[in-house]
Structure formats: C-alpha cells, structure tokens
C-alpha cells in the first residue's frame, strides 16, 4: 500500500525557516517524479514544486523561487520541503504527492496519484 | 499559465441525482492532460480521473469523465451520500508543470 507522510509542520514568524519532511513507502520511491502542493486555510490546491527521480531537475511555482527547495533523499524514501523567508502567504496545508508518470522539461504527462495527509504551516508573529 | 475555471462553485443536489461539472481552460490542454479530484473535509484530495475520462484505480463507474481542448466535464450518474464534497480539476500537460481549478462544491440540497 502506497504511504506518504508529511511531518515538520508547524506556526513559524514571518521571514522564518522550516523544513518539512515526506516519508514514503509501500513504492518504488527511487522511480518516481514527487510533488509539493499546498492549501491556504478554505482555498484551493496550488502546485508548490516537482523534483526529478534523481533530484537533477527541479521546478516551482514563481511565488515560491529563491524561497523554498525541493530535495529528496532516495536512501531514506524521504521528500523534503525547505522554507525559507516565509511569509503570511505561505500559510496553508502543505501535500506531498506522487507523480504518476514520466516529466519532461517542467511538463508532467501523469497526474497526482497518491497524496499524503497534509501538514499544516502557520506563518504569523 | 494556464487558467481553469470550474463551474458552478456550488452544486446543491439530492442523493440519486445526476451532477454535471465543468472546467474550462484559458487555452487548450495539450492530449487532453487534465485530472479531476475529490475532496473531503479535512482529507486529502483523492484522484478520480486522469487523461480527461479515464478513471483512476478503485473509482466507481458512476464517475465519468469527457472533453478534449479547452472544456471538460466531470459527471456524476447518481449522487451518493459519500459524493457530497468539493471536486477540482488539474491541468498538467505545460509548463508550470500544473493548475488547479478554484473547485466545485456538491453539496446536500
């Protein structure tokens, strides 16, 4: 059964830092495109970041560019999610996902198929 | 960028009743990449359809999906009490690697 669990979350003052982590399991983690997608409080889904298999290839939204990084660690089947400069924007639920499918130079041909179960990030003083 | 708008943003129907939902693109999404998915209070977003009408593992049959370019529908044949929820559309086929539409509400009427 495939698994993803976010962890990190957490109530940060503006222009603070937090990492969130990913834990993955019940897949290859190693084969797949991963995703971040976040939720403002009552708002949509916003795609956050894509990393690639190897890590080699990254891609954001341009809210989030200079800011935040995507990273993977495919030793510990681990996504990671560093925030840095958070603003009250950046409020809001935070999914890691999984790629269905191949990407190709910041294009995915696969939906999201498997979410975790979000971890809630508060930026306020 | 491609922009999706869903409509209408609130759907009030009955159990056993039919629900028709839209999403229209800003411009056309390239092979029909686009993605529906459900959401419950305090859940995750779950993936119903994928590549516009193919339902994704374990969707029941009472979930379609139809469209190509620019308009897409996500219809539901018979509304269950456990449909009841809020349904976004996903584009992504183009750069940035994807869109959300603002999201449907179906709700008990």
């Known amino acids: 059964e495939v698994q993803l669990v976010e962890s990190g979350g957490g109530l940060v003052q503006p222009g603070g830092s937090l990492r969130l982590s990913c834990a993955a399991s019940?897949?290859?983690?190693?084969?797949?495109?991963m995703s971040w997608v976040r939720q403002a409080p009552g708002k949509g889904l916003e795609w956050v970041a894509n990393?690639?298999?190897?890590?080699?290839?990254?891609y954001y939204v341009d809210s989030v560019k200079g800011r935040f990084t995507i990273s993977r660690d495919n030793a510990k089947n681990s996504l990671y999610l560093q925030m840095n400069s958070l603003r009250a924007e950046d409020t809001a639920v935070y999914y890691c996902a999984r790629v269905g499918g191949g990407c190709s130079g910041g294009s995915c041909y696969a939906p999201l198929d498997y979410w975790g179960q979000g971890t809630l990030v508060t930026v306020s003083s | 960028e491609i922009v999706l708008t869903q409509s209408p943003g609130t759907l009030s129907l009955s159990p056993g009743e039919r629900a028709t939902l839209s999403c229209r693109a800003s411009q056309s999404v390239s092979s029909s990449y686009l993605a529906w998915y459900q959401q419950k209070p305090g859940q995750a977003p779950r993936l119903l359809i994928y590549?516009?009408?193919s339902r994704a593992t374990g969707i029941p049959d009472r979930f379609s999906g139809s469209g190509s370019g620019t308009d897409f529908t996500l219809t539901i044949s018979r509304l269950e009490p456990e449909d009841f929820a809020v349904y976004y559309c996903q584009q992504y086929g183009s750069s940035p690697p994807s869109t959300f539409g603002q999201g449907t509400k179906v709700e008990i009427k």
């Open positions: 019940g897949f290859t983690f190693s084969s797949y495109w």
């Open positions: 590549g516009a009408s």
């Open positions: 990393i690639k298999q190897d890590g080699s290839e990254k």
